[in-house]
């Protein structure tokens, strides 16, 4: 780790490990109290665990040290337990627990269960994660007004809140408490070098010394004698009675210390190109929990919070860690005295403030967006550790995992394909709303395992397809990789039905070992009477179709399950790229650059062309400018209102490009320049008719514009939209 340091890096590592030891302080005293400990133990966590991680780890910057999930993770355990928080039996269990936590760590080592942090999905673990902090904030929020902390699950602390609010409500810890979340959170966003969490402990202390808010009401932590731990073998005799519930807890937290702080730590070596070694990892987390166990303290694992904030301050290697070691030396040996002086509401909005950082919710926005099955995953996990407690949650979540696995396979992506006018390949229908069903057949895309639990869909969706103007249905196979034989043997069964109704069947763009399955599952047939084809294009060909194919044209009062109306169609490769956000990304960037346009009142047709390639990535053609120059149009007139500025030069200029392409549009491809004129006067009769007092004032200020529909156009396109009704 430290073979090629550098000394000119110490300039940046000293500091940061002297922030992170300082950070440490109010964050790990708090964590401590959480798992049942007196605060000084988080002090002893946060010295010899970070120094012999330090020199163990495979990582230049993550940081370790007492956390929020384990910490929680045995808190809980001695709630269910019986044990009292901070008694003399806690602090005996808890090394135990560690201990037993650090034997799981080296069994992990062993079998190198590095590798099964992958079969833990993210969803998973963020709703895990995001429980045990709510978890624990739901704990700590007595201490906040002067009450007591809670424990158990979600109704038992909602109801200690109740109680300790009706019992032991004070305004002035409240108000403590409360600032001090809201200052630290809002100076994460504003200021996010200054370690506000330390800087608000000494305000606490100052409070304290000269105020004595302790004759109020407010509870200020015990005093804690300088010195270091008493470093002992944990008594393992206390297993006796709870064995059971103790190994299977610990091994709950060393799953949660290797998949939480393995998955982090990679996640900063991609980001900072380089390796870690995920053996080493996993030894240096059993070590370090060794050493903690010995010092007297809880389970300790890896700090995404505290590795951000040395990476703020530049930190370049361990060496940081070294430091923070030795400051917390300093600070057991002569900064103790302080401690005293801290204020319990000010601490507890320190940790509140600190667990907050570490739910997810931004990530179950996304999921939600994105995948709504691993969104209920997430708060499946999530809700698992409030209801039922953290193993619980595991245990769901999990499930839940494999069940989705289940769902993807039997249920894979799918898609009915055509083609866009004057464009090579094939487009899934729904995704590309240019895309049109080439005339009597029926391309259908299955990407997945073709197998028993999904073949029966797979012909329901073909047999769903069938309308008496179809004559083949081709499948693209190019996203099966395997099949099994009963799937070979409902293909033959496929063929043959659609066979004895005269209709073709084709399956193409596969890979090679797909012929070998089928041969050797007895389907030879379907290979030696042409169903196996190379490409979708053979396939087409052997039916007697030639580019350009014949594609269905739909009228607007056609009623057809897959019709996709000329009026809406829009943006062809740029669809494909941003599917369903095409519009909304194609408007963003259109009033950008409407707006760079009118303040420099020119248009630059080559460098519109070199912003365009720029936010589609390549993905663009003449129809995608043909939309923008309509959104353009739009933006201009509404800034030329707005602003009272004549902008007619450069919408003349737009006028004379849009009608540059649409002679070229109607040179290389007349159907696909038909398709847009359709829209276009469609978009103008749809105006006169939804708005005629609006469209007869525009008539009369523009008679003689010579962009008159593309302006008519445009603002017909923002007018329709609810929010300018």
Known sequence: MFKDYKLSCLAKDIPAGII?????????????QVSGLPVVYGLYGSLIPILIFGFMTSSPQFIFGVDAAPSALVGGMLASMGIVSESSKAVGMVPVITMVTAFWLILFFILRAGRFTNYISTPVMGGFISGIGCTIILMQIPKLFGGDAGDGELPTLLFNIGVQIYYHFSWLPFILGLATIIIIRVSAKLIPKVPMSVVMMFVGALITAGFHIEKYGVKTLPKVESGFPDFAFPDLSMISGNGKEIILSSLTIALVIVAETLLSTNNYALK???KINSSREILAYAVCNLASAISGCGPVSGSVSRTSIAAQFGARSQVMSIFASLSMVFVLMFGTGFISYLPVPVLTGIVIAALMGILEFDLAKKLKKADRTEWLIFYAAFWGVLLFGTIYGVIIGVILSFIAVVIRAVIPPKAYMGCIPGRDGFYALKRNRNARPIQNTVIYRFSGTLFFAN???????????????IERIIVDASGIGRIDITAAERLMMIYQNLKSKGIGFYITEHVGAINYQLRMFGDEKLIEEGVVKRTIGAALQEAGLEKPYPLVMYDEDEDNDRKVK???????????AFGHDADE?????????????ADSKTYDAAKIRESEEVVAMGHWDMMDEEDLLDYLSMQLSIISEDRNEDLDAVKKQIAERKALLAQELKQKNPEAAAMLKQRH????????????EVYGHIMQR????????EFIKSLSDVLKKPDRK
């Open 20 to 32: 992170v030891a300082l950070v440490s302080i109010p964050i790990s005293m708090g964590y401590a």
């Open 272 to 274: 900072n190109n380089y």
């Open 455 to 469: 073949i029966g869909k797979f012909q329901t969706d073909i047999e769903n397809a069938l309308t008496p103007d």
């Open 566 to 576: 000329v009026i809406d169609d829009r943006l062809a490769e740029f669809e494909w």
């Open 585 to 597: 990304k194609l408007q963003e960037f259109a009033f950008s650059l409407a707006e760079d346009i």
């Open 681 to 692: 006067d469609r978009n103008v009769e749809r105006f006169r008719k939804n708005y005629p």
């Open 702 to 709: 523009r008679e003689n514009r010579s962009d008159k529909m």
